[in-house]
């Protein structure tokens, strides 16, 4: 029974990344070097528009990073949604700053634009908008907000590879950062990796300097620049945040396949849209315009309507049941006991993320998964709801 199990994820690491892999192992050099040069330049030519990329080891230190670069300091406050992973808010208290959080739009399952002005006070900072499942929040509205009361906007761009909204590709925008996440589920993945993206000199030159103990010069550099190897100045207390060669060297291979792998989750998020349409649930909020949008579908969300007796809970116990995994994105930071008691947070001041909640789950959607794993999964949507 066990043995027929879906799981709700598994990377797809083809035979070409494990021989990347064996190449860096083999060459001498396994921490931060070219590899990781080279990661990052073709990251920033597939974002194109002259952004600079920054490997890191995570996305949650790329936040950190980009917020330090960004001078968010104690007290500030920062604008995020309510649901979101507690990365996104966690990264904001490292710096002694506060997120301040917003509830989303059902429509789209991203921050409310609509309730962000009013969340702003004198100590407000900054905004991290998160293109949550991959579906673009609007940058436009927002950098219009930022603009208007001098905010700086950090994108997590976690599930957002590639995501477009108005033709413009998320990481072009004239937000200050953007960082996307290399994590295992994600849409590419370096085991455990991030990418920091801005067009901001200053912005980046910080990141560099933070990612790796504050030290003014890199890895790489102080091992191939004539300078010796010795000499270096610390000009703050950094971090170690940087990303392996290894890891870079899984990158490389992914992100030449991102839109071999875009196209394969779109064909599949399709096919569950069309096959799931006239059962007794929420479809995924789709692209406002196909011509000029596009989802990166990292995620396939259903919610149950109301008119389904069984709970939550319940449904995702009869898929596991009938061998299928499933998971849920995410439990609203409200309801979690360290952002609820520390910011007093109750559903109330949250309905959406609330109601979202309750009724939510995330279907099984990846690339290693057969048309007949889908069938599957379809199947026993269709057993339980009919
Ligand atoms: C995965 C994720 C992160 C963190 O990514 P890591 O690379 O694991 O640090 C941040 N924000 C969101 C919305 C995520 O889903």
Redesign the pocket.
């Known amino acids: 029974m066990m043995n027929n199990f879906l799981p709700f994820a598994i990377p797809d690491i083809g035979a070409e990344e494990i021989a990347a892999v064996v190449e860096t192992m083999k060459s001498g050099w396994i921490t931060t070097g070219p590899k990781t040069k080279e990661f990052e330049q073709t990251f920033a030519a597939f974002i194109g528009n002259n952004v600079e990329a920054i490997a890191v080891n995570?996305?949650?230190?790329g936040?950190h990073l980009a917020l330090e670069a960004c001078g968010i300091g104690l007290n500030d406050e920062v604008i995020i949604p309510v649901l979101?992973?507690t990365?996104?808010a966690e990264v904001i208290r490292y710096l002694g700053a506060h997120p301040v959080f917003v509830d989303c739009d059902l429509n789209t399952l991203n921050i409310d634009v609509e309730q962000i002005e009013q969340k702003i006070t004198p100590r407000t900072k900054a905004i991290i908008p998160?293109h949550?499942a991959g579906l673009a929040c609007d940058m436009e509205a927002i950098l219009a907000i930022a603009k208007k009361h001098n905010l700086r906007v950090i994108e997590?761009a976690?599930?957002a590879l590639p995501s477009k909204i108005n033709n413009t590709l998320i990481g072009q925008h004239k937000s200050d950062v953007i960082v996307y996440?290399?994590?295992a589920t994600?849409t590419i993945t370096t085991g455990?990796?991030?990418m920091i993206v801005t067009n901001d000199a200053k912005i980046a030159k910080r990141c560099k300097t933070m990612r790796l103990h504050g030290i003014d010069r890199d890895a790489f550099d102080r091992y191939t620049s004539n300078k010796p190897a010795w000499q270096y100045d610390i000009v703050a207390p950094g971090y170690k945040y940087n990303l392996s060669d290894i890891a870079s060297s899984i990158g490389i291979v992914q992100l030449s396949k991102v839109d071999l792998f875009h196209e394969q989750r779109s064909k599949m998020a399709a096919k569950y849209t069309r096959e799931l349409a006239n059962l007794s649930i929420v479809l995924p909020p789709q692209v406002k315009n196909s011509h000029t949008d596009t989802h990166a579908w990292h995620l396939y969300i259903i919610q149950l309507e109301d008119t389904v007796k069984l709970s939550r809970d319940q449904f995702i116990q009869q898929m596991s049941d009938n061998g299928i995994g499933t998971s849920v994105h995410f439990i609203p930071l409200h309801l979690m006991s360290y952002w609820k008691n520390q910011y007093n947070l109750t559903s109330a001041q949250f309905p959406q993320a609330t109601k979202y909640f309750n009724r939510a789950l995330s279907l099984p959607l990846y690339t290693k998964m057969t048309a007949a794993d889908q069938d599957k999964v379809i199947g026993v949507i269709k057993k339980i709801l009919t």
């Open positions: 995570s996305a949650t230190s936040l979101t992973f990365a996104t998160v949550l997590d976690a599930h996440s290399f994590y994600k455990e990796g991030g």
